[in-house]
């Protein structure tokens, strides 16, 4: 017996050690952590941290609850759980409350979240947590530990390009692309001609086709380093900066726009000068280290006289304002830093640790703490002394005015709320209460209803013993002997106010609050040392709501000053304020429940082991531990995003996540050799460029190989170039560049691009407003500015393909290129197609095209102007040559009156979809009008009815402008069909269906909407029928239209 | 940075839900899961059919008083004049304000009885179409957030609103058409375009806004009209252009992007007739027109059924510009103007949606952002006003799945709070209209900076109840 009893122990502690080694590590699944993640955790963090984590202040009952150890160790009572089994875990019966022990102690869970502690220890309590049971500094090293084996976080390896032998390897990122590429069997494609590659690379760099010219002298230079002089031309040229600082622009979520604002100016005061900035880092080359360093942190390295830098804190500001929710201004900074430079979801870790990347949630709260010690100055910097100029001083003076209407408004409420602490009552109360202060005034003022800084000056004032306080003095609850005596010595108002004492300090109050009102006093009362006075200074604190509201509006006016076309250029910079911002962890991101206090450091992740919190804010430090070679992610993330533009995508796809969740890069070893040599040549992004569009893999056609593209079907090993399309600005402007209007202006502020006029300013300039993105922007997959844009979607959509087939914008564009000189002189219609060939698509037409163009130039229908009158209108007369429009299109029709009928001028005249009213007499006909749009034969149907059973019926005729009276009737009380055939017609003539009231103003409602067909085309007055047609716009010659096919043709839109 | 959206990376992005219910639609086309997303409008299945096929989201901007017209509260009457008892004053605006029992008589209509004020004496012929929910609740008692929560799920961050998920998820049937439609008359309201956000989804699945006060067609739909050619004259432009881009797409028959653009002028040459048509009420015979009425509310929801009609996935309608249900004074009269303004459109609008029968796979929401304090607006200079009120209101739905005759939850005896399990937040909401949409919320994620969001976030329930 005792030894099967002792082998059955022997089992039984064998299983159970067992199944705790298999608790150590269980696998757990999605769902699992899911579960955990939205169940569990959110529960732990809010109800239990508080005593049972490593974070906690004292922690209670030997109990830790924020890691699987933890719970499995137990605390005093034991183990929390046993896995598997909630009846048997002392965490279940302590939140069920059924036994002595009872959590969370404030109160119970709701049943729904007990039910699902019961689920999560009944599955096994999975736990995705990583083990922190150590005291919290020496607890966190492990995971780091681990987690920095991730390849984003090891340093760029350095790494020696593979030997390849192959003379199509011209840079070192050949060898690394044709390496893996023979890997696999694989040959990559032939090189691109040169006017292919001409027009690629220009589009990569500047956002513009290459000219004629351009195109002409490049395939004549034979010299083997005509390609990498074109490169270099190209990136000399200030529009290659425009071009790359608007992809910049797009990480940085630049707007023209705060979003909504409540009642504050919405447009940005100077978003422009952030995006000239960095337009210009692009053109001079800043290195990217620098370019990183400046946008952080301008205000800390700024050195010398010249401000300019200070407007690259833009990428900072230029957000969303959030109404102003300061924890939300910050997580957007913290965004576009974090995803932007450093390609970490940072921001996932604002509620809770996150759950892939090594980033806990106080490492969030760090670098919190940084942004939240910077703010805005009170007045933006100026980037140069303004020089003076006439709309500068435009400016002033308007400036001038406009404040000079803020202190003229404060003066006034001073003045007038000066006035209502110098009756005698209050000056009786503030008196009584500024002699018997206790020295607690606001206490004291809140007690009786008093204004507490009047109060302070009233005690201030006694303090200082004035003269006018004489009498107070003399008689304020005195004795009554000294009493007579200070009476004695009194004369004038004093005397006779006095003449009895008073009962009371009170009444005394009261007594002095009348003498003052009266002279000599009465200078006392109105001078502005006295209590009553608001100094101006102190004004703001005794406006009312509506006053502040009113302030505020005068404000507006102000700020409204920043977009005159005087106001010199500013940064919207920050700077450090006084003390910086100690940080607390926000319980679930919700700033109402702070937790612990962290320091101001950077991401543990990518610091040394030892980190050292920042001293003061901390913007500069973190800005030098990103702009930095020895940051792993820094110059990584960047090339990434260069190759991305030049490549199509990136080598890391998801070119703002480089953690665990991101894609893995496809050739990691070029990426790492990418970025050492992008730090090796000084972080010069134009050599960055160089090094990447001189490559053969750049080189390559884009030609199809349908047996690599099974086996590869994203290319993502480069065995050719991609075909890209032209995004929104280099699709804008490309039509400008051919149409030879391009503005080559730089810089200023933004400009209306999607209305009439339309500017032919670069897209880059255009103005973004992001509340409202206007129809272009988003039709063409513009990156939404409400955050950081880690790349733009293409889409095809119909709307888009609407845009260039009838914006009033391109088929402006498509004349201006008939208009030039180049394309005029040409009068064979071959030869100026092949004009327009080389303008449009740089090269010359084939025998083909000359064909389909020279038929559709001499075929295509153009109509006179004279027909683009609108198809119907609406109005009265007789007919023909008297014809009146009815001036108003409302809910029932068309008609005199705006409103209600009968209109004076012109009576019951109306005309509705179906029929109408005809007017008071026979002049007053009413006309529905048809223009024809073109020569033909025309039939007319219809039926003309008129239903009342009253009045004499109506008369109707159909007029013709060139053949007079085709046809009438008249009805009255019945229908007659309206039907005509035959008709010959001119382009430009109209057909009038008139009908009148025949003599007898009664009832002379009637429907008719006749029906009329030309050739293939049918107008129906019921289905047209509506208000303003559009108005007529001059036609598009055969020749305006043929450009327009051009610019809509798939060779203009796509790059090979 | 710029890289076409393939199929595959749309459905990675789609998150595995969607991922592993859309592979049945790939399998059909060889190699065509990493073709570019030629049109991600196309119409596409959810996770599981849906009761409803399409949404009219009908937005009583401002926050319309609940006691007055769908939760009767014959307790306010007692309690006239007096504060409400301490319980009822807690975390609101009915602090310190005395109660302010409705003017307007509420009666029993249709089989259901359901009680509706006088103020919809129309629409309550319909009431046995309807599910009034009378225990809504949302978080905060102030226009922006609320607004932003219950169009986009999330009251402060930018985060797609529920038409983009949905055109996101369903794509829409009319390829010419947009998807999404919002339409205010007049301007924008409160938080403008936020409203119709496409927050991380791509800027195409954004309501277009379309402002009703127009009534011409290139007013409402941006260059839907070109005043310088004939239709004659662009079919000959397009016919030349598809001749150009065939020789150019000879040696590139590889790229499935040259045939979509390609495809997409044929779409927009289509979409001019069918956008011109749809607007255009005065299509209608007119003895519909009259059903629905005269003014801007009858012409804008006429316009919405048009639309719905013609496949457009989800039509949002708004009352007017900023708030016209923000009723802070003299409510008796700005609630009966809007109202009178409204009734018969509604009412219209789900009779003509039965007839037509489409109410039964069409979704229709009413409601705003919020209610309004059963006490009178306590601000200075406010008279016979009601407040801001988030933890209890009103919404009501029809068609698509809603089971109709029926009234869920209710607010305390007072009106000020949800009250009981049956209470409704703006999440459950959500996670009830997916659901009829054919969606698991828990699952219809899509992957942002790399985390799978969702329309409700970590919250929200499907209300079983509402659901016939």
Known sequence: MRLSLSLVAVLLLGTASAAQQQQAAPPISADQVEFFEQKIRPIFVERCYKCHSTGADKVKGGLLLDSRDGLLKGGDSGPAIVPGDPEKSILIKALRQTDDLRMPVKEKLPDEQIADFVAWVRMGAPDPRIATTAPTAARATPSIVEARKFWAFQPAREILPPIVRAPWCRTPIDNFILAKLEEKRMKPAPEADPRTLLRRVTVDLTGLPPTAAEIDAFLADASPDAFEKAVDRLLASPRYGERWGRHWLDLARYADTKEWVVDEERRLPYPYTYRDWVIKAFNDDIPYDRFVLLQLAADRVQTGDDKSDLAALGFLTVGRSFLNRQPDIIDDRIDVVSRGLLGLTVTCARCHDHKYDPIPTKDYYSLYGVFASSAAPKEMPLLAAPKMSPDYAAYLKELGAREAEISKFKETRRVEISATFRSSAQIAAYLLAAEESKGKPDDEAKAAGLNAAILKRWIDWLKSSPEALAPWRAFAARPAEEYWVALQDASGPVAVAFSEPPASLKEAAERYGKLLQEDPYKAVLMSPEFPSSIPIADIDGFLTGDDRGKVRQLRRKVEELNH?????????????????????????????TPGDEVPRQ??????????????????????????????????????????????????????????????????????????????????????????????????????????????????????????????????????????????????????????????????????????????????????????????????????????????????????RVVELSEVQREEQPAQRIQAIYRRVLGRAATAKELALGAAFVSTSTTTPAVSRAPIWQYGYGTGAADFHPLPNFTAQGWMGAAKALPDPATGWCLITATGGHAGNDVAHGVIRRWTSPQAGLISISGTLGHHSKDGDGVHGRIVSSRQGELAAWQVARLDAETKISGIPVEAGETIDFIVDCRGDVNSDSFTWAPVIRLGEEEWNAQANFGGVPPKAAAP?????????????????IFVD | ?????????????????????????????????????????APKPGHYPGRAKRVIHIFANGGPSHVDTFDPKPALDRQSGKALPADFQKGGNTKGNVAFPTTFKFRKYGQSGTEVSELFPNLAQSIDDLCVIRGMHADDPNHEPSLLLMNCGEPRQSRPSMGSWLTYGLGTENQNLPGFIAMCPGGYPIYQSQNWQSGFLPGIFQGTYIDTQFTEVDKLVENVRNGRVTNKEQQEQLDLLRRLNQGHRESRADDPQLEARIQSFELAYRMQMDATDAFDVMREPQYVRDMYGPGTQGRQLLIARRLLERGVRFVQVWTGREQPWDNHQNIQESISKLAKDCDQPLGALIRDLKQRGMLEDTLVVWGGEFGRTPTVEGRPGKVAGRDHQSSGFSMWMAGGGVKGGRVHGATDEFGVHAIGDDKVHVHDLHATILHLMGFNHEKFTYRYAGRDFRLTDVHGRVVKELLA
């Open chain 1, 564 to 592: 005159h076309a005087g106001a010199p250029a500013r940064a919207m910079t920050l700077e450090e304020s006084a003390t910086p911002h100690y940080p607390r962890v926000f319980i679930r991101g919700n700033p109402g």
């Open chain 1, 602 to 815: 950077f991401l543990a992740i990518l610091s040394p082991e030892e980190r050292k919190p920042y001293k003061d804010g901390g913007r500069l430090e973190l800005a030098r531990a990103i702009a930095s070679a020895e940051n792993p992610l820094t110059a990584r993330v960047f090339v990434n995003r260069v190759w991305a533009e030049h490549f199509g995508t990136g080598l890391v796809r998801t070119t703002s996540n480089f953690g665990v969740r991101g894609d893995a890069p496809t050739h990691p070893e070029l990426l790492d050799w990418l970025a050492r040599a992008f730090v090796a040549d000084g972080w010069s992004i134009k050599k960055l460029h160089r090094l990447m569009v001189l490559s053969s893999a750049y080189r390559q056609s884009t030609t199809d190989n349908p047996e690599y593209r099974k086996a590869d079907p994203l290319n993502t090993l480069l065995w050719r170039q991609n075909r890209r399309r032209l995004d929104l600005e280099a699709m804008r402007d490309s039509i400008l560049a051919v149409s030879g209007t391009l503005d080559p202006a730089m810089g200023g502020r933004s400009v209306e691009i999607t209305t009439a006029p339309y500017s032919t300013r670069r897209t880059v300039y255009g103005y973004v407003d992001r509340l409202n993105l206007a129809n272009l922007y988003k039709t063409f997959d513009f990156a939404v500015p409400d955050m950081h844009s880690p790349g733009r979607f293409v889409t095809t959509i119909p709307q888009q393909a609407l845009f260039m087939m009838n914006s009033p914008f391109v088929m402006e564009q498509a004349g």
């Open chain 1, 1036 to 1052: 598009m010659s055969a020749w305006d239209k043929y450009v327009q096919v051009l610019l809509e043709s798939n060779e203009f």
């Open chain 2, 1 to 41: 940075m710029n890289q076409p959206m393939s199929r595959r990376e749309l459905l990675c992005r789609g998150g595995m839900g969607m991922g592993a219910l859309m592979l049945a639609d790939l399998m059909g086309q060889a190699f065509a899961d990493d073709a570019p997303t030629l049109n991600p409008l």
